[in-house]
């Protein structure tokens, strides 16, 4: 095995030490409020990872559950009440919603200066746009990434593996406005395993146990895999096969340790970031 692993653990623990030290400067403790709707046990343990991280930055965060069969003019209501409260800085809606909510009414309802997720439409515009704006965290959380990884992005071939809401176009905008080459590939893509093998940078988050295999990979090329997939012999792999695809590349984040630990980091960097702008008086959005 070449590659060098990029550590994700590391990377993140080093953001969060950032973040607790600047949080301990502020006169004020930034406030998350992470809403979680149903009981999708996946979303529990999400949910109380963020609340548990949150709070150990020193971000007051506290988890608003609602059973399953709320109304959505009743989540709504809640997230007025988040807009409107002064101590509350971050406002982050877990998905999935039940079937009988759409997602889409909620996170359009959340104020976009408090959108620490970076999922609604207006920070997503803005971030097309070149703008200040909230990302969403995963590509965030890449990107952060990329920059232990010793890869100029100016002019790189980068490939996108998945044209997801929360990652792939997100993740796509990211890398061109670091002025990478981006193509965007997806399950409809001709000859997936070609346009892979041109990529200097490769993201894959399209949610397919080890779909990118060895021979996909160009010698030398950063793998950044987001998937994160339980088989069912309990194994926890990524979207690549990691041992193939490490012999070939130069650098590959494993799985689990690689992108998991960094998109709760960049959540809190995102509600630290959201607390200076409005208690300073200018918010960023
Ligand atoms: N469900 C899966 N990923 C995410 C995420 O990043 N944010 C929220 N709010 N829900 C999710």
Redesign the pocket.
């Known amino acids: 095995m070449s590659a060098r692993i990029i550590d994700g653990r590391a990377a993140a623990a080093l953001l969060r030490a950032q973040i607790t030290e600047q949080v301990a400067a502020l006169h004020y403790r930034p406030g998350l409020a992470v809403v979680l709707v149903g009981e999708n046990p996946a979303?529990a343990v999400?949910v109380r990872n963020k609340d548990r991280a949150a709070n150990a930055v020193g971000i007051a965060a506290e988890t608003l559950r609602l059973p399953a069969d709320t109304a959505e003019a009743d989540l709504l209501e809640l997230v007025a009440r988040l807009n409107a409260d002064p101590e509350i800085d971050g406002i982050?809606?877990?998905?999935?919603l039940p079937a009988h909510i759409r997602p889409r009414a909620v996170l359009e309802a959340v104020d976009p200066a408090k959108d620490v997720?970076g999922?609604h439409p207006v920070n997503m515009g803005r971030l097309l746009d070149g703008l200040a704006s909230f990302a969403?965290?995963?590509p965030l959380g890449v990107m952060k990434l990329l920059a232990t990884a010793e890869l100029p992005l100016t002019g790189a071939r980068a490939l996108v593996l998945g044209r997801s809401q929360?990652v792939g176009k997100p993740m796509a905008a990211l890398l061109t406005n670091a002025d990478a080459t981006v193509t965007v590939a997806h399950s409809r893509t001709r000859d997936l395993a070609a346009e892979c093998r041109r990529a200097e940078l490769l993201v894959v988050a399209v949610g397919r146990p080890e779909m990118v295999r060895g021979d996909w990979i160009a010698p030398g090329a950063v793998v950044i895999d987001v998937g994160i997939n339980r088989l069912p012999d309990g194994r926890l792999v990524g979207d690549v096969a990691f041992a193939e695809c490490a012999a070939r590349a130069g650098a590959i984040t494993p799985v689990p340790g690689g992108v998991g630990p960094m998109?709760i980091a960049c959540?809190l960097e995102n509600t630290l970031e959201a607390a200076r702008h409005r208690r300073g008086g200018f918010p960023k959005i």
Do not use: G, M
């Open positions: 979303s999400y982050l809606v877990q998905l999935p997720d999922f969403p965290c995963t929360i998109t959540l």
